[in-house]
């Protein structure tokens, strides 16, 4: 089993990534948003193993290999099979992503688009130490994984190092220098009269019967002076999400807000979270309570979270016992720093000899991003959208070796690659939808990332 410790210490886990955050391969799963679903987050230093889906082929530490991405990760899963006996969400494992692209080949769905951006469908990288936040409790715990090394020795190494740069990071500490306001330009892959024309065509295919719902996203670029994790700083700051995260994939790097879960797994049992139903903030408190009210009770976005509520719990019966599957919370309002949004809980036991892997592959993509059915819904998404969505609506987190995981949908998030931002936005169409405000909220989904890429004045 892996080592691990409660440190003598605490600094939020912001603080110690800060001091990793500059090198390749390190991560931070960060739950910003103290809520029920916002406690625990997770570093990861000190990578051993890193596996890719490049275009289909399985990389295995730069190298490629026979076989399949998911079939490597789930046989990996199970060789290196542990218990954990604690709290903690894990002590050993990886954590990386699958790009929503990374669902077209499962479903059989073909792209008419080429790459915005190239980085691998998928990705995960198994580290040797995690470092892990209790924000209830206000505790730190370091973790070492057991096939590498004496835990001891490992955990004595690492906390030494932590030590040493925190100790540098307080001596070292500066403000950042940034260029002024208006250092940075803009462009959306849709003109506000082209996304009502496509909207327009979904609708279609949903009076003819094709599909009940889908969700329809422009794609957005925005090249500014501020660096990526600066960015990730303003919006853990000013836009705290339960499902944010920081990736430093050296060449790329992703910076996530996300406020929606994919899919859990714990002691046996799934849960997803699918969020369909969207408000701003009011500027007044009696605003605000009016806007959430009005979420609560639109019929058109409860419709359209029951229609994906049905397709998940579909989905997640494929891999769980037979009458487990069972909806718990259908209709709630969760509230963060710029919108609402209407949320579902549906939960699961797992079968059998089942990973996390299976699980995950078994529901991806997510229900809420995609529509119903999902692979006529990805077609219609291919025809319509102009442009691939690469990670956007993907999924980020981390798979356990006592075959748990925890992973968000990538909304809110942006890849940054060659001095550029990549990030997509969207929201569900239904026969109800309204050309304007459909538009007008994929301004809103995107406001607090395109601030926090402004430059200061």
């Not at 279609?204 to 996203?217: K, Q």
């Not at 909304?411 to 936005?425: F, N, P, Q, S």
């Amino acid at each position: 089993m892996a080592n691990y410790k409660e440190w003598t210490r605490y600094y939020p886990a912001v603080d110690i990534y800060s001091c990793y955050s500059e090198e390749e391969d390190t991560v931070f799963l960060d739950s910003s948003l103290e809520n029920r679903y916002g406690n625990y987050s997770i570093i990861g230093i000190h990578p051993y193993l890193k596996v890719e889906d490049r275009n289909g082929e399985l990389f295995v530490n730069g190298v490629v290999q026979e076989g399949s991405f998911a079939d490597y990760i789930s046989k990996y899963l199970k060789v290196h099979g542990e218990e954990n006996p604690t709290t903690l969400p894990l002590l050993s494992g990886a954590i990386g992503y699958l790009a929503y692209d990374f669902g077209l080949r499962p479903n059989e769905v073909s792209s008419r688009h080429l790459k915005d951006v190239d980085i691998p469908e998928g990705l995960f990288i198994f580290y040797e130490h995690f470092i892990i936040e209790d924000q209830r409790n206000r505790k730190i715990y370091l973790t070492a994984a057991h096939p590498l090394y004496n835990g001891e020795d490992s955990l004595g190494a690492l906390e030494k190092d932590l030590e040493e740069r925190l100790y540098h990071r307080a001596a070292n500490l500066s403000p950042a220098k940034l260029k002024k306001s208006g250092d940075f330009k803009l462009y959306s892959d849709f003109e506000k009269e082209q996304y009502y024309e496509a909207i327009n065509k979904v609708i279609n295919y949903i009076v003819e019967g094709d599909i009940y719902i889908a969700n329809m996203t422009r794609q957005i670029i925005m090249e500014s002076p501020v660096q990526p994790y600066e960015v990730f700083l303003r919006l853990h700051k000013n836009n705290p999400a339960p499902f944010s995260g920081y990736l430093n994939f050296g060449d790329f790097k992703i910076v996530c807000s996300s406020p929606e879960r994919f899919l859990k797994l714990g002691d046996g049992i799934a849960e997803t979270r699918p969020i369909k139903g969207t408000r701003k903030r009011g500027e007044t408190p009696e605003e605000d309570d009016a806007l959430r009210t009005e979420l609560l009770h639109s019929s058109k976005d409860r419709s359209e979270l029951l229609m994906i509520v049905d397709l998940e719990r579909n989905d997640l019966n494929k891999v769980c016992e037979p009458g487990s599957v069972e909806v718990t919370q259908l209709f709630d309002v969760e509230a963060y720093a710029t919108v609402f949004h209407l949320v579902s809980t549906i939960v699961g036991k797992l079968k059998e000899g089942m990973t996390s892997m299976d699980l995950l592959m078994a529901m991806f993509p997510g229900g809420s991003i995609t529509g119903a059915p999902k692979r006529r819904a990805m077609e219609i998404i291919d025809e319509v959208e102009h442009s691939r969505r690469g990670l956007y609506t993907g999924s980020i987190g981390y798979l356990s070796f006592d075959n748990s995981c925890d992973f968000n949908i990538v909304i809110r998030t942006a890849v940054y690659k060659d001095g550029m931002y990549h990030l997509g936005v969207g929201g569900g169409i239904t026969c109800e939808s309204e050309l304007e405000f459909e538009f007008e909220e994929t301004e809103q989904k995107a406001k607090a990332l395109l601030e926090a890429m402004k430059s200061l004045k």
